[in-house]
C-alpha cells in the first residue's frame, strides 16, 4: 500500500530552487530505479493532469517560495494526486484558500477517493465541511475522553459532541447547515 501526505503548511528551504511542476514529479519518484529516467514522458503527463486538476498549472513553472500558502497547497494536492497513492493523508488541506478553492478542493479529493477507490483522510476544524463531503467522520475529544466514528448525524448528535460544542451547534450540523467556525 502507498501513502502521501499533505502538511497544514508547506515548509521547504526558500534557496532550494524548485517549482511546482518538479514537486509533482518528486511524487512520481516511487519505485525509482537508476535504469529508470528520472522523469519519463508519462510522469511528465501525469504530472500535467494532476496540476490542472487542482487548478495549478497557471503557477506550475514559478519558483515554490514565490507562490502564496494557497497555492502551495495546490501544489502539494498535485503531487499527492501524481504518486498513485492508496492512502492519502492531509492536514486542514485548505487553510490557507479562499472558500471558492476549498469547495473545488474539497469535490477533487472527494471526487478522487470515488473515481480511484482510494482512501482519503482529511483532518479538519470545518466540521460543516467536512459533514458535506465525507463518508465517515472520527471525532476525538482529550478532554471526555470520547471517540466517536461513524456518518454525520451518529457523531454531530453523540452526547461526548453535544457536550463540547452544544446542543444547537449539533443539530444544525446534523441538519446540514453550513456553519462558520467553531464556538469558542
Known amino acids: 500500500m502507498k501513502s502521501a501526505y499533505v502538511p497544514q503548511t ?18 512520481r519518484l516511487t519505485g525509482w530505479n537508476f535504469l529508470r529516467p528520472f522523469s519519463s514522458q508519462e510522469d511528465r503527463r501525469v504530472a500535467r493532469e494532476a ?4 487548478g495549478a498549472q497557471a503557477f506550475a513553472h514559478r519558483p515554490f ?16 494526486l ?4 492508496d492512502l492519502v ?17 474539497m469535490q477533487r479529493l ?6 480511484r477507490r482510494i482512501a482519503v483522510v482529511v483532518v479538519s476544524h470545518d466540521l460543516a465541511m467536512a459533514a458535506e463531503y465525507a463518508s465517515t467522520l472520527l471525532f476525538v475529544d482529550r478532554e ?11 457523531v454531530f448528535n453523540h452526547p461526548a459532541f453535544r457536550h463540547q460544542y452544544g446542543d444547537e451547534y449539533s443539530a444544525r450540523l446534523s441538519l446540514g447547515s453550513r456553519l462558520g467556525p467553531i464556538p469558542g
Open 10 to 27: 508547506a515548509s521547504m528551504d526558500a534557496l532550494l530552487p524548485v517549482r511546482p511542476k518538479e514537486l509533482v514529479l518528486w511524487g
Open 51 to 54: 496540476l490542472d486538476t487542482v
Open 65 to 80: 517560495r514565490e507562490l502564496s500558502e494557497g497555492q502551495k497547497q495546490r501544489a502539494l494536492l498535485a503531487r499527492v
Open 82 to 85: 501524481a504518486s498513485n497513492a
Open 89 to 105: 493523508l492531509l492536514d486542514e488541506p485548505t487553510a490557507a484558500m479562499d472558500a471558492v478553492a476549498e469547495r473545488e478542493t
Open 110 to 115: 472527494a471526487e478522487l477517493a470515488r473515481e
Open 144 to 154: 471526555a475522553p470520547a471517540v466517536v466514528l461513524g456518518n454525520a448525524r451518529t
